[in-house]
């Protein structure tokens, strides 16, 4: 069953420079039970894109375009004024948020309130949406911390008494207290070491093949998808580049910036070779360039590059390329 069918999102930043281009044209669709990968440098627009799914976007957003279809209704539009911005208070968001749809914050740290007890806090989200007790709601956080390994005892502790790891588990299970069916991940492993990074991983799959729930987790870090995601959807300057199966997109790349951002990482089991940065940095989104948004870093830009917005093309394998020559990519033609 589609869970989830993002059409043609295009959100901006009034600044006073002017317009922020943060999310443009972005497409995508995640069935029941899928994760998607949302991979790219640091301010292409992952982060935006998911306070955008979500609704949580601040007070100079607007919505230029586009749809957010979560269980074959709409729930973007009616949430609008006339210029685009989001009404401050709409119940029937409010009430998806947490019950449907949870997040688990980038920096856990910083996500809860370091003068209330971590545990208060998660209650508290139980509390809000559900008509329970507290012994109700402390009975859950209790069963939460025994799925994710953290000691019930350190309920009642503040954020500062727990480590950067179980801070993390502690956001996790924050966003689990409804069993909600869309789960957006931002960074969730960020700062940890990659012990602690693998156990956050395994836990966060295992929670989710048992409840069944759908998955959009955003990182800078390709590896992380490669081994949770079933989708990636590559994204640079707000635009999405690349988008596919995880396994299609990976064996048989077929867009420059992919190509690139993979190439930066090693791998444990191909050839070796020396790890390639992607020269210049990226665009300002205020004014990005014309044509291809990348053409500025691509070592494979040709003049229709330049000047004329490539299209998306569907690939024999099922991916989709935003690149004028996807197909020579993905056939190496270009390398």
Request: proline share 6%; glycine share 8%; net charge positive.
């Amino acid at each position: 069953m589609r869970l989830l069918d993002v059409r043609d999102l295009t959100l901006h930043f009034k600044v006073k420079e002017g317009w922020v281009h943060a999310v443009e044209d972005v497409n995508f669709t995640l069935e029941s039970g899928e994760t998607l990968g949302l991979v790219g440098e640091s301010g292409c627009g992952k982060t935006t894109l998911g306070y955008g799914i979500s609704q949580l976007l601040p007070d100079n957003a607007h919505v230029k375009a586009g749809q957010v279809i979560f269980k074959g209704e709409d729930i973007l539009t009616p949430s609008l004024k006339k210029n685009g911005t989001l009404k401050p208070y709409r119940q029937e968001i409010r009430e998806l948020r947490w019950k449907e749809i949870s997040m688990i914050f980038q920096g856990a740290m910083n996500a809860f309130n370091p003068v209330q007890k971590v545990g208060d806090q998660i209650i508290e989200a139980i509390k809000v949406h559900s008509d329970v007790t507290r012994q109700e709601a402390v009975a859950r956080v209790e069963e939460l911390y025994k799925l994710i390994g953290i000691p019930k005892d350190r309920i009642d502790n503040y954020p500062h008494e727990y480590s950067g790891g179980m801070r993390q588990r502690a956001m996790i299970a924050m966003a689990l207290v409804h069993n909600p069916s869309l789960i957006i991940a931002d960074e969730p492993t960020t700062a940890l070491d990659v012990i602690m990074q693998r156990r956050i991983l395994s836990e966060i799959k295992k929670i989710q093949n048992e409840f069944h729930m759908t998955m959009i987790i955003i990182t800078h870090d390709v590896s992380v998808v490669a081994n949770v995601a079933d989708k990636i959807a590559v994204m640079y300057a707000g635009r999405i580049m690349e988008y596919g199966n995880i396994k299609d997109v990976f064996k048989r790349t077929a867009n420059p910036y992919t190509k690139a951002l993979f190439g930066g990482f090693p791998s444990l089991k191909g050839e070796k070779k020396r790890i390639a940065s992607i020269p210049g940095n990226p665009p300002s989104l205020v004014e990005p360039p014309t044509g291809c948004r990348f053409h500025p870093r691509c070592k494979f830009a040709k003049e229709i590059c330049k000047t004329e917005k490539p299209p998306f093309i569907t690939l024999p394998t099922g991916q989709q390329s935003l690149c004028h020559f996807a197909n020579e990519v993905q056939q190496g033609g270009m390398a």
